[in-house]
Each structure stands twice: as structure tokens, then as C-alpha cells.
């Protein structure tokens, strides 16, 4: 018999089994397996647009960006709390997965410590879960909604989001008690020097400690560093942060005219443990 996933029916809320090309359920709901490897389960009611999620240019450049390591040191410490409040069994969901680097480090982390891992990812977006599918085929992987998360009530260990949408009452909901929600966000100065190319009045994004109901603070971890971007590397950042939709054209103009920047890349990783 085929395995069960870690994904439930969008349809019915029942256990899926993967076959070789698709995922059933015992209703018999049917979802057919790409041959990148990823399925499709958000149902045509919960999409709000013909292509939501990120387009494929916004992919692209965050992939490329990304596979150059400027952001290692905040999966370098992603994976380290990773290790450090799961077991030796750990259910994994990346919630708002993107192309799937974090994912693919914990994954690696935890498996290279010998822990046994079921791992899936979603994202609203098909260019990124289509990445994301290729770039940790031993996981699963779906196009879906973080506010209706194809996943059984209290069935993972370690939930993660990374600058993606807040799903708490989701995120209550399919975590265990006891299970660790990893939760990424810019702190104040992050990409400061880009801010201040673009903007004739940059302003500092917003810091808070919030409180979330069924969570219990552990702590908050900062990570901080310096990069120096150049070449194709700072129009690849650009394209893949929200300011490319809403900068003006007279500071897009002078990025373009840059050959590099030092830039700031701060973040803060708020960890939470389930009531």
C-alpha cells in the first residue's frame, strides 16, 4: 500500500496516500503529481487570482540571489534551533516555502544528524513550489493556501515561515502541543542601504514581541550580517524584495546605474512553542 503524506484532501480533509503519480484519498479524491515532483491542492474557491503567489521573474531572481549563500547565515541558524528543540522523529512544514532554501537546510541538518524526517512545504506560488519540488525531492511539496493548510490537525513537530503570510489559527491548529513555530521577519535595518538608494525617505521597518494566543515565547533570535552585492547579484535582491513594485522610477534608476552595494541583512527569528 502506498505510503500516507503528511497532506490531507483539500476537498475532505482525509488522509492522502502517494501513489507513483498522484495522491488519493478514500473518497476518492484524485490530485495528480507534476513530473517536478510537487501537486496541486488549492481548490479553485481559495484562488483569488489566475496565477497567485509570486511570478516567475520574482522566483527566478530570489533563486538565484539566494543560491549565492547571502543568506546562509539565517538558514545556518534556522537549522541550529531546528536541532535543537526537535527529537529524534520530526514532522516538518514549511509554510510559504518559496523556491525551498530554508527548507532544504533544515532538511539536510536534520537528516545529517540522523533524525527521521517527513518534510513538506506549501506555497500559493507554481513557479516556486515547482523549484522548491526539484530542490528537496525526498519531501513533499503542494501549491496551497497557508489559511487553509492541506494538513491534519496536531501532525508536525516543526512549522516554518519565513516573510509569509501569518496563518495563526492554521498554524494553531496543525501543530502539536509542544511543537516549535519558527517565524522570520526583517528587523529594523534590513537591506537599509538598498532603502536608502530607492527612497528619498527611507523609514526602518517596525520591531515587535507580539504575544500570539496557544504560543509560548522561547526567545527571539537575532541574525545580522554585512554583503557585499555586485553584478547581476543586487538587481536579482532588488526583484525579489516588495520594494520592486512600489519604488519610483527615479530610484530603480539609480540602483541600475550601481555596480555594487554593501548592504545590511538583519532578521529576527521569533521561536515559539505550542500551548
Not at 215 to 225: H, I
Request: a negative charge; hydrophobic letters at 40%.
Amino acid at each position: 500500500m502506498a505510503p500516507l503524506s503528511l497532506f490531507t484532501c483539500p476537498h475532505c480533509a482525509s488522509p492522502l496516500r502517494r501513489e507513483e503519480r498522484s495522491y488519493t484519498c478514500p473518497n476518492g479524491h484524485c490530485f495528480d503529481i507534476a513530473k517536478e515532483g510537487y501537486v496541486h491542492l488549492l481548490p479553485a474557491n481559495q484562488k483569488h487570482s489566475k496565477s497567485p503567489g509570486d511570478d516567475k521573474g520574482m522566483v527566478t531572481a530570489r533563486n538565484q540571489f539566494l543560491s549565492r549563500d547571502y543568506y546562509a547565515p539565517l538558514r545556518d541558524a534556522l537549522c541550529a534551533l531546528a536541532l535543537e528543540h526537535t527529537g529524534g522523529q520530526v514532522s516538518v512544514l514549511d509554510s510559504g516555502c518559496g523556491e525551498g532554501y530554508y527548507t532544504a537546510g533544515i532538511h539536510a541538518a536534520l537528516t545529517g544528524a540522523g533524525r527521521q524526517v517527513a518534510l513538506a512545504g506549501i506555497d500559493l506560488s507554481k513557479p516556486s513550489v515547482r523549484l522548491a519540488a526539484k530542490c528537496v525531492p525526498q519531501g513533499e511539496f503542494a501549491v496551497a493556501s497557508a489559511y487553509h493548510l492541506p494538513v491534519a490537525d496536531g501532525s508536525i513537530d516543526l512549522l516554518l515561515n519565513c516573510f509569509s503570510p501569518l496563518a495563526l489559527e492554521e498554524f494553531r491548529r496543525v501543530l502539536r502541543p509542544g511543537g516549535l513555530f519558527l517565524y522570520v521577519v526583517p528587523a529594523a535595518n534590513h537591506l537599509w542601504e538598498l532603502k536608502q538608494v530607492l527612497y528619498d525617505k527611507p523609514y526602518p521597518n517596525q520591531e515587535q514581541d507580539i504575544p500570539y494566543e496557544g504560543f509560548s515565547y522561547v526567545s527571539v533570535v537575532p541574525v545580522d550580517t554585512t554583503m557585499e552585492v555586485a553584478g547581476e547579484d543586487l538587481p536579482h535582491l532588488f526583484q525579489m524584495t516588495p520594494y520592486y513594485w512600489k519604488t519610483p522610477r527615479e530610484g530603480a534608476a539609480r540602483l541600475a546605474a550601481l555596480d555594487g552595494l554593501e548592504v545590511q541583512a538583519s532578521f529576527r527569528i521569533h521561536v515559539f512553542r505550542r500551548d
